[in-house]
């Protein structure tokens, strides 16, 4: 129906009060003589949900208050619907936001999510899970994995168990990786399969990369000591080959010598010794800033 907008909200994403960002989307809908819809996420069946009120009030857009998860349980749910999705930044970590260089302020990013024009980006596919941003297994995600059983949210909680968790090194696993290139066979603490640049901090990951391109990168991180760690939280990747390799494709299989912590957009996805990895192109429609388009 014209003039009808769906707003999915995640009440818990990054233990954050949602209700003054609500409330601005309410006076902004009726501002501009939307009808708004909206549904708080729960946990239970909230795929079917979204795909219920799709089809009951069939939005000119979904607008998603979340972090990374929420953003691709929606892209889920319509992934068989042309819609396009606008970002309302509300997670712990917002990585795509980040990346599509989203703007602080909800003024700001109301506008852009009713209004502006929209990029289609591509998603991963990773053992028949979609991944919108970034994956990765090794350090990160055990990282994430003991963010999840912490009880301090937020940007300091994150912050609080990565010092954990680099203080509890284990040591490196040995990974094999496949595809339409030179199989590489390499230790390494941490590899990222990488849809973009830039993690929810902000630290750039793999600088070349793109949303829409048709491919994604591996980041094989083989060493993590200090020297290397300060160079990528500083925004300056190394590329020597000795700690870190980078390949570009649009698929590849990569298996372990032991089981390894893995995540997908933030999430904790358990431990796994085998990921079979690929692209599906244009898989998206993500309203972005006007220049958006031709960064990316």
């Known amino acids: 129906m014209k003039n009808n907008i769906l707003l999915v909200v995640n009440p818990v994403s990054g233990d954050l009060d949602k209700s003054e960002l609500i409330a601005a989307v309410k006076a902004f809908a009726g501002q501009h003589n939307y009808i708004l819809t909206i549904y708080s996420t729960t946990g239970n069946a909230d795929i079917e949900e979204i795909k219920t009120l799709y089809e009951r009030y069939k939005p000119e857009r979904i607008l998603v208050a979340g972090g990374d998860g929420t953003i691709k349980m929606v892209t889920e749910a319509m992934q068989n619907d042309n819609i396009i999705i606008g970002i309302l930044p509300a997670g712990s970590a917002n990585g795509l936001a980040v990346d599509l260089n989203l703007p602080e302020t909800i003024a700001e990013n109301l506008e852009i999510a009713f209004f502006n024009d929209y990029m289609e980006i591509d998603i991963i596919c990773i053992n028949g899970k979609k991944s919108i941003h970034l994956s990765d297994l090794g350090v990160n995600a055990e990282m994430i994995k003991n963010y999840e059983g912490s009880a301090i949210r937020g940007k300091l909680g994150y912050a609080l168990q990565t010092l954990y968790t680099l203080a509890d090194l284990n040591d490196p696993f040995v990974a094999t990786i496949s ?73 590849a299989i990569i298996t372990t010598n032991i089981p390894v912590s893995f995540q997908i957009d933030g999430e904790y996805c358990g431990m796994e010794t085998r990921l079979e990895v690929k692209i599906l192109p244009k898989q998206m429609k993500v309203a972005v800033p006007e220049s958006q388009k031709i960064i990316i």
């Open 179 to 251: 595809g339409d290139f030179p199989t590489v066979i390499s230790e390494a603490r941490m590899i990222v399969i990488a849809n973009s640049q830039k993690y929810g901090t902000g630290i750039s990951i793999n600088p070349n990369g793109k949303m829409d391109d048709g491919k994604f990168e591996l980041v094989i991180l083989k060493n993590m000591d200090l020297l290397v760690l300060g160079k990528i939280i500083a925004g300056n990747i190394p590329l020597n080959v000795n700690d870190v390799e980078i390949i570009s494709t649009n698929k």
